[in-house]
């Protein structure tokens, strides 16, 4: 089964940046399609940035300009870079695999603890 360790969020100010890390258990992490997803208190959990087995990316309207995803076969870890955060960005960030390389794409792993990010002066 695969499995997910998040890493890299914390308390920062508006404006400010953080890189968010995702180690991935197993052999085959080229072949996975990736994203990372977030989830707000009391909302759903939402995709926020895809990175395909071609290292192709896709963003959500909302961070589009701001989140750069990106990978490393060789370390099996999955990046999110994160500049001109926002309050509104404040949640639970968390990557898995996606059954389909696109902004709809399911998720297909299980969920791991993912890491708090909170955006506030």
């Known amino acids: 089964q695969v499995q997910f360790v998040e890493s890299g969020g914390g308390l920062v100010q508006p404006g400010g940046s953080l890189r968010l890390s995702c180690a991935v258990s197993?052999?085959?992490?080229?072949?996975?399609?990736m994203g990372w997803y977030r989830q707000a208190p009391g909302k759903q959990r939402e995709l926020v940035a895809i990175?395909?087995?071609?290292?192709?990316?896709n963003y959500a309207d909302s961070v589009k300009g701001r989140f750069t995803i990106s990978r490393d076969n060789g370390k099996n870890t999955v990046y999110l870079q994160m500049n001109n955060l926002k309050p509104e960005d404040t949640a639970v960030y968390y990557c898995?695999?996606?059954?389909?390389?696109?902004?709809?794409?399911?998720?297909?792993?299980?969920w791991g603890q993912g890491t708090q990010v909170t955006v506030s002066s």
């Open positions: 197993g052999s085959i992490f080229s072949m996975y399609n």
């Open positions: 898995n695999v996606l059954q389909e390389p696109t902004m709809r794409g399911r998720p297909f792993g299980s």
């Open positions: 990175i395909t087995v071609g290292a192709i990316t």
